[in-house]
Antibody
Framework: QVQLVESGGGLVKPGGSLRLSCAAS????????MSWIRQAPGKGLEWVSY????????YYADSVKGRFTISRDNAKNSLYLQMNSLRAEDTAVYYC???????????WGQGTLVTVSS | EIVMTQSPATLSVSPGERATLSCRAS??????LAWYQQKPGQAPRLLIY???TRATGIPARFSGSGSGTEFTLTISSLQSEDFAVYYC?????????FGQGTRLEIK
């Protein structure tokens, strides 16, 4: 079945870095766009970044532009999010999601928690 | 940035009754609108895309309507498993934006 599994979350100090991974299975990963979406504790959903199937088109939310880098390795069926210069407001559960068109997201991974705190 | 506004923030409905959730966009998003359901401790699940198309495996009691700036998610006969938070999302313009959510609770 289609599955997305995130990893790499944890506790990091402000200004630190973290790399999230998302392992995909059950579908042809290279055929699909992918996205990262986050959810701060007790809050709503916030789109973070998008990458096209080939990796040639990338978008970021203004809140992370210049600090986060999305990438993918189609040979490894994996999506990544390199997060630098982390701030307290980046604390959230980060979800990867298969993306249709711009677009709609299905399925989502189970999420990985990133906590930025001193 | 397109602002998505959901109403009400909380909706109390009895099982078996109909629930109607609203989502308004600050400018037209055509039919590029999705709805998600999120239960506590779980990832969101896609219910509706293209404003009115049910995603695979979604029961027929869920229906979406609207276009432009006004959208509605209707759950025709609430089941116990439907009590959750619902989000709308536009994907017509970058950045992608979500509504703040409507919590559907048991009356």
């Amino acid at each position: 079945q289609v599955q997305l599994v995130e990893s790499g979350g944890g506790l990091v100090k402000p200004g630190g870095s973290l790399r999230l991974s998302c392992a995909a299975s059950g579908f042809t990963f290279s055929d699909y766009y992918m996205s990262w979406i986050r959810q701060a504790p007790g809050k709503g959903l916030e789109w973070v970044s998008y990458i096209s199937s080939s990796g040639s088109t990338i978008y970021y939310a203004d809140s992370v532009k210049g600090r986060f880098t999305i990438s993918r390795d189609n040979a490894k069926n994996s999506l990544y999010l390199q997060m630098n210069s982390l701030r307290a407001e980046d604390t959230a559960v980060y979800y990867c999601a298969r993306t249709y068109g711009s677009g709609s997201y299905s399925p989502w991974g189970q999420g990985t928690l990133v906590t930025v705190s001193s | 940035e397109i602002v998505m506004t959901q109403s009400p923030a909380t909706l109390s409905v009895s099982p078996g009754e109909r629930a109607t959730l609203s989502c308004r966009a600050s400018q037209s998003v055509s039919s590029n609108l999705a709805w998600y359901q999120q239960k506590p401790g779980q990832a969101p699940r896609l219910l509706i895309y293209g404003a009115s198309t049910r995603a695979t495996g979604i029961p027929a009691r869920f229906s979406g309507s609207g276009s432009g700036t006004e959208f509605t998610l209707t759950i025709s006969s609430l089941q116990s498993e439907d009590f959750a938070v619902y989000y709308c999302q536009q994907y017509n313009n970058w950045p992608i934006t979500f509504g703040q959510g409507t919590r559907l609770e048991i009356k």
